[in-house]
């Protein structure tokens, strides 16, 4: 293996690569510990080192909401935090949504609305929705669309995401897309 | 991202020495902007100061009857304190028109002020930018400058700030309170943020040894009479092309005091306080409101793209003035504007 260059070697001696440290972080209810570099965001820390890949990577941006998590209980996107800013901090992701065989509600009411095509930013979804209800600010459609403008649905499946969390936070049935024409 | 060191502040005064010790070094809160931007190797920061853990994330009142706001009050909970909502609905309005709920879980308010422009070319390492690499060049001058300002521009930087929440802070006079080796400060809100002039790589007046630590509203907070009018691409989670925030004091159809400033349209929240002096004492007319916008837009120039900037600038005035005059403000889940 060649050796690194002078440059690369000047470089490193300047700004020598940090230590790892070790965090703790209760993810979906499990005591999860590791050890992480300053730069690994929460998202990677999720996907790649505890093996939860639900929580998905999109633009690595903020701007598409597919990495939306709950962090102590609010909606935050995993790939502008940085993992190692949260030691301490309790994790929802989809994977913890779920009670055993049990779908969470909002999770039950995507699949009978049919609110996905692709799925890709489903997991984002839910748990922003699940944010939203915690929130309670939402209470008519208008109202949940803006608040959830931070999850983009590249598929469109809008009416129906929206439908869906309208049935959960309001209890009610709502009318499944296509039902009118029918 | 480059390589890093990470380390925590345990107060304000350790925060205030950690970064006067390492010039290369920024302090992280909500780190929506500035981890984005260290992506985008656009900021490489030798070292991360954590100040997460430090005690501003309160909200309490002042002794002249207004509102004390920790830097570290994240975004939504600054919009949904029910005193901001019942005594300045306007900086809650201007917060929930900017980015998504759970970007405004995250961001902090000192951060909020702190944010950079959205400009692409200052994103884009691979073209000249002032803001980025000073004495490159300006490439949206000549290039795609649809997004970009309209007011207060100089030859070497068209970039706008991209904050909600400025505007309404800028409108309601508020004042940003800093730490420093020199000790504490406070500064209006109209000297915080600076025009690019020939120096676009500096935003703020805040130094470099410097940490935000509180924001202050004074007691008048327009309540009955104010709107955050944001005009954009599409209807949510977009930067603004124009936003308008007005708080007017209207007694009888006459305006006892008027405050006006806009979003989108320079490096920094636009208040005129002359088109503020031909309000106030003048009747609440269409025709004194479109005075007021033609006294705003005298020196506006457009630069091939944002040129219409110009003309929506001025009917957004004119609407925002009037929505709230009629108190009727602009909520931010309307789906038309008012």
Known sequence: ?182 | MNNFGYTRASDVADAVRQIAADPGAKFIAGGTNLIDLMKENVARPSRLIDITHLPLNNIEETQDGGLRIGALVPNSDLAYDPRIEARYPLLSSAILAGASQQLRNMASTGGNLLQRTRCFYFYDTTTPCNKREPGSGCSAIEGINRMHAILGTSEHCIATHPSDMCVALAALKARVLATGRDGQRSIAFPEFHRLPGDAPEIDSNLRADEIITAIELPPKGFAANYTYLKIRDRLSYAFALVSVAVGLDIEGGTIKEARLALGGVAHKPWRDRQAEAQLNGAPATRENFLRAAETVLRDARGFGHNDFKIELARRGILRALTQAARGTPQSQADTRIK
């Open chain 1, 1 to 182: 293996m060649a050796r690194p260059s002078s440059t690369a070697r000047k470089r490193l001696e300047k700004h020598p690569v940090p230590a790892k440290t070790t965090i703790t972080l209760h993810v979906n209810g499990v005591e999860r510990k590791l050890a992480i570099a300053p730069w690994t965001t929460l998202l990677d820390a999720l996907r790649l080192y505890l093996d939860l890949p639900g929580t998905k990577k999109g633009c690595d941006h903020g701007q598409c909401g597919a990495c939306t998590v709950l962090l102590d209980g609010r909606r935050v996107y995993s790939c502008l935090t940085l993992a190692v800013m949260k030691d301490g901090a309790r994790v929802t992701t989809i994977e913890g949504l779920a009670q055993g065989s049990m779908l969470h509600p909002l999770q039950q009411a995507f699949i009978e609305h049919d609110a996905f095509q692709c799925g890709y930013c489903t997991p984002g979804q839910i748990c922003s929705a699940a944010g939203l209800i915690a929130e309670g600010k939402a209470r008519t459609a208008d109202e949940i669309r803006e608040l959830m403008s931070g999850n983009i649905c590249r598929c469109g499946a809008y009416p129906n995401i929206v439908a869906a969390i309208q049935e959960v936070l309001s209890g009610r049935p709502m009318e499944k897309s296509g039902e009118a024409k029918r």
